[in-house]
């Protein structure tokens, strides 16, 4: 197995209200994204959603999580873009979340599946830990990738890799 770097996006000052990819080559088996990102909401968790081929069609992802802080845990489901947790601007000053993507048979013609882990940090109870597992229905091959937060924009030194995974 191999892993070979696609394309790191760096936010530069001002923000980023979006991060994504055009044009993901299509001779890999998965794609994976190693992302560290803040967002400029009062909120010290922020989700964020990934969006394949610019589908943004609620029906045409399901995904089950579970998210766990110091005020505790709770399960969800849903059939819509999952939601990833990343640091929000009321944390700690400073601080980033740890994201890392895993997409599977991107290339293919069948159901993509999806699986995530993501840390919020801050030097509070309300740290968070999120894993969540999801399916692209859609069977065409992805080609584009489009993270959105559910705050007005990334922040100024969010960093995320795309990378893909071959056989050999």
């Known amino acids: 197995m191999g892993i070979q770097l696609?394309?790191?996006?760096?936010?530069?000052?001002?923000?980023?209200?979006?991060?994504?990819?055009?044009?993901?080559?299509?001779?890999?088996?998965?794609?994976?994204?190693?992302?560290?990102?803040?967002?400029?909401?009062?909120?010290?968790?922020?989700?964020?959603?990934?969006?394949?081929?610019?589908?943004?069609?609620?029906?045409?992802?399901?995904?089950?999580?579970?998210?766990?802080?110091?005020?505790?845990?709770?399960?969800?489901?849903?059939?819509?873009?999952p939601p990833i947790q990343i640091q929000g601007d009321s944390s700690t000053t400073n601080v980033f979340s740890s994201s890392s993507i895993y997409i599977t048979n991107y290339a293919a013609t069948s159901r993509k599946g999806l699986k995530s882990e993501s840390i919020t940090e801050n030097n509070a109870a309300l740290a968070t830990m999120a894993i969540l597992s999801g399916q692209y229905t859609p069977t065409s091959p992805i080609t584009r990738i489009k993270l959105v937060t559910d705050a007005v924009s990334f922040l100024q030194h969010s960093t995320a890799s795309l990378y893909k995974v071959t056989a050999d």
């Open 6 to 81: 696609i394309e790191t996006i760096n936010v530069g000052s001002g923000g980023a209200t979006s991060l994504e990819w055009l044009n993901i080559p299509q001779d890999g088996s998965d794609l994976m994204i190693q992302m560290s990102a803040r967002g400029n909401d009062t909120n010290r968790n922020i989700g964020m959603r990934l969006y394949y081929n610019n589908d943004f069609t609620q029906g045409n992802y399901k995904f089950t999580n579970l998210v766990a802080n110091g005020s505790g845990e709770f399960a969800g489901s849903g059939s819509f873009a």
